[in-house]
């Protein structure tokens, strides 16, 4: 079992930056792949990036390739998604998630959800 809990969402001009945080409890965190969604007002929820268990891989959506940077850290239980040069259609809430096996990039591939961080980007 794990349980998430997203901070660090908010308010942000158009090129600017955030830096979102998942913080994890339970003993297995670090034998989970984790991932970043996001869900925007009328859409679909979907892939933003994960990262493998190791940190040895990550993957990214087209859409914030370069701009976004996923990374971990399993002593201290976290996980982080960097947003760099942020645009209004990055507005969304973002969710990060415990991936159970499968491709990263499926929402129905991962098991354990936060409640998700508001993310508000504007022009």
């Known amino acids: 079992q794990v349980q998430l809990v997203e901070s660090g969402g908010g308010l942000v001009q158009a090129g600017g930056s955030l830096r979102l945080s998942c913080a994890a409890s339970g003993r297995t965190f670090s034998t989970y792949a984790m991932g970043w969604f996001r869900r925007a007002p009328g859409k679909e929820r979907e892939f933003v990036a994960a990262i493998t268990r190791s940190r040895s891989s990550t993957y990214y959506a087209d859409s914030v390739k370069g701009r976004f940077t996923i990374s971990r850290d399993n002593v201290k239980n976290m996980v982080y998604l960097q947003m760099n040069s942020l645009k209004p259609e990055d507005t969304a809430v973002y969710y990060c998630?415990?991936?159970?096996?499968?491709?990263?990039?499926?929402?129905?591939?991962?098991?354990?959800w936060g409640q998700g961080t508001q993310v508000t980007v504007s022009s």
């Open positions: 998630a415990a991936h159970r096996g499968g491709s990263y990039y499926s929402r129905n591939n991962y098991n354990y």
